[in-house]
Structure formats: structure tokens, C-alpha cells
């Protein structure tokens, strides 16, 4: 996409500002509950994690730590620690982030090269289906959110990045390393 096209960081940032990301807020848990379940799920408090893109109010590492697991964020507008990138990682969370992606190639090069052999990135965001009708389609009118997907794209990143699995179960999009 033409990068005259995508909003500025401004924009992006005051948007991302008027987000109520209360991690106390039983809404937002029970929101995030399909990543936080996953990883607990699949992983356990010797493992390392990312919450990445992990915003103004990180509740998934939030609620991650108090079950006593180890996580990192890191937000390229609110925790932009670049030094969190040159680690490892056996998951990451990315829950409502692969949307505003600028240049989703380079996000998900990035995504699959900081996980390690059989760790799992953990996905939520709405996908397009066709049975959608996409003029009323909530989810493309904000502004920041400039790529949409639909399950067959994912298969393409899985086939594209070399992940060995994509799981899907409603909003949860898992890949596999």
C-alpha cells in the first residue's frame, strides 16, 4: 500500500489513546481470555513470552504475571524498547495489532524470526468473511486499521513465513513455528 494512503503516527497514537485499556477491567480479561487461556494452555511459567503491540494498557501480560509467567512488552508508540526484538521467544501475544500493520511482510518476518522452534504466535482480530457485508463491516472503519484478513491470508503467511501449523477458533488466529 502507498504509504500516503496510511495515517501518520499522530493519528495512530491518539486513537490508540482514546482506547479504555483498564487491565483491571473484567470486560478487557474476559476479551483477551482466548490468548491468555491459549498460552496457559500450551505453555507454562518456565516459557518465555512477548505481548507484542501490547498498547497503553498491556492486560494480557498483566494477567499472564499474576499466574506467575514471564513476558515482555513491547509497543512500537508506548513501550518502544527495541532491544526486546533481539531475543527469543516461545509465544507471542498480538491481540488486536496485525491490523495497523504498515508493512505486515516486514511485521511478520520480524514476528516469526523472535519466536523460537515451536513456539506459537497467538493472533486475535476480526477476519473478513464473505458471507460479511463489507460496507457495514464495522472493523474496516477505523482509520489505523489498514490491512484486513481473511482465513485464506493467513494460510498464505503460514506457507510464505515457513510456520508449520494456523489454527483458527473464532477471533483466535494461532501459527505454529
Known amino acids: 500500500m502507498s504509504e500516503q494512503f496510511l495515517p501518520d503516527d499522530s493519528i495512530e497514537i491518539d ?13 478487557y480479561r474476559k476479551f483477551v481470555k482466548p490468548i491468555t487461556n491459549g498460552i496457559l494452555k500450551d505453555f507454562n511459567k518456565n516459557h518465555q513470552g512477548l505481548d507484542f503491540g501490547s498498547g497503553t494498557g498491556p492486560v494480557i501480560t498483566v494477567v499472564l504475571k499474576e ?29 488486536e495489532v496485525v491490523e495497523h500493520f504498515h508493512k505486515p511482510k516486514l511485521e511478520f518476518e520480524k514476528l516469526k524470526s523472535l519466536l523460537k522452534p515451536n513456539g506459537i504466535l497467538y493472533i486475535m482480530t476480526d477476519l473478513y468473511r464473505e458471507e460479511i457485508d463489507f460496507q ?15 482465513k485464506t491470508t493467513f494460510d498464505w503467511i503460514k506457507d510464505t513465513f515457513g510456520f508449520k501449523s494456523v489454527e483458527f477458533k473464532d477471533r483466535l488466529i494461532t501459527l505454529s513455528n
Open 15 to 27: 486513537r490508540y489513546s482514546t482506547h479504555n485499556n483498564d487491565v483491571n477491567d473484567p470486560r
Open 136 to 150: 457495514d463491516w464495522y472493523y474496516k472503519n477505523d482509520p489505523t486499521h489498514v490491512f484486513l484478513y481473511q
Open 67 to 95: 499466574q506467575g509467567y514471564s513476558l515482555e512488552t513491547y509497543d512500537p508508540y508506548f513501550d518502544n524498547r527495541p532491544e526486546i526484538l533481539t531475543e527469543t521467544y516461545d509465544y507471542i501475544a498480538c491481540c
